[in-house]
């Protein structure tokens, strides 16, 4: 859990987020009721938003360490970074959850 304890307050909150979502999802895509493919892309768009959190700040990190030499452990990114990678994640969240809200407009 140390991966967890790590991340900021809004990595935190947005990985929640997205891990009720994708469970939600997958439940209500073993109901019947709805369209099966949203929920599906939805149930994917929530995997590759969650592996996305957890793993942005070691993508980072390789990034840099390939891209410079003699990069030291302590690089962080910066400020403008999170911000870019906040309204990434928050757009995908959103488009999980407007998977589930077609899949059961057009059901």
């Keep these: 859990m140390k991966w967890f304890k790590e991340m900021r307050k809004g990595q935190k909150v947005l990985f929640l987020i997205n891990v009720v979502l994708t469970a939600a999802l ?17 149930i994917i768009m929530g995997l590759i938003n969650i592996y996305s959190i957890v793993f942005a700040r ?23 970074k999170y911000m870019d990678w906040y309204m990434k994640w928050g757009f995908y969240t959103l488009i999980v959850i407007a998977c589930a809200v077609c899949a059961f407009v057009f059901a």
């Design 26 to 42: 997958f439940v209500l895509s073993y109901t019947g009721y709805g369209r099966q493919e949203l929920f599906g892309i939805g």
């Design 58 to 80: 070691a993508g980072f990190k390789f990034g840099i360490a390939i891209n410079v030499d003699n990069a030291g452990d302590d690089v962080e990114p910066s400020e403008l």
